[in-house]
């Protein structure tokens, strides 16, 4: 294997190319690259039977490497609180049962679902993620995964957003609970894992 591998026959899901385009001719250029894309699908394979939820559906880019890797049990809730966006997802992979589309604020949905659990959790949104993490971790099942992406600084980040990057990764590493690697790859990932 050579570090140019990373993008090579990803062998990506069947939707993603009509998604990715539909994104583009609406201007949303927020999705996740394949690397982050791939990562996450060989994640939701890991856990048949899964329970996964995604803050920050986007145009459903992520949301189609997740479904990518899901069983035929697992089950997906996704949410973000730009309709017009979400609805290119809901266009493209709506016709998958296995998973729901919501459009509304994830930190909301966060405290709806206290004391449910996941196994995955992909937190591509400001709550659970820059605000309201403990809500988030909260719903993490022991063992499970908490993804999130977009770390290593960007041109396009706004003034002051670094430094909440930096807090965000220190505590983070602080917390007794989590086992963590950091991974300077694609656009900079932290892959948790609870205890
Ligand atoms: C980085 S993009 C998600 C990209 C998507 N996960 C992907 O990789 O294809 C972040 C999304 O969060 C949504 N968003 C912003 N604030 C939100 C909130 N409070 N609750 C839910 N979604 C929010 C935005 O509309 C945007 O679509």
């Known amino acids: 294997m050579r570090d140019v591998d990373d993008d090579v026959d990803l062998k990506p899901p069947a939707a993603l190319a009509a998604i990715q385009r539909a994104a583009r001719d609406h201007g949303f250029a927020m999705s996740c690259d394949d690397r982050t894309g791939a990562l996450l699908r060989t994640l939701a394979a890991a856990r048949p039977r899964g329970r996964v939820l995604e803050l920050g559906t986007g145009a459903g880019v992520s ?6 890797g899901m069983d035929g049990a697992s089950t997906l809730l996704t949410i973000d609180s730009d309709a017009a966006v ?16 919501r459009v509304g604020d994830a930190e909301a949905l966060l405290g709806e679902l206290a004391g449910q659990r996941f196994e995955l959790i992909f937190a591509d949104t400001w709550p659970g993620k820059f605000h309201a993490l403990d809500a ?3 719903l993490l099942e022991k063992g499970g995964h908490y993804v999130i992406d977009d770390l290593l600084p960007q041109t396009t980040w706004p003034e002051g957003h670094a430094p909440k990057v930096e807090a965000l990764v ?10 963590l690697v950091k991974l300077c790859w694609a656009s900079g990932l932290i892959l948790a894992t609870k205890r």
Request: proline residues 0%; charged residues 15%; glycine residues 12%.
């Open 170 to 179: 220190e505590t983070l590493g602080q917390r007794g609970n989590l086992v």
């Open 86 to 101: 979400a609805s290119i997802a809901a266009a493209h992979l709506g016709g998958d049962a296995r998973v729901t589309f």
């Open 136 to 138: 988030c971790l909260d």
């Open 63 to 68: 949301t189609a490497w997740i479904l990518d």
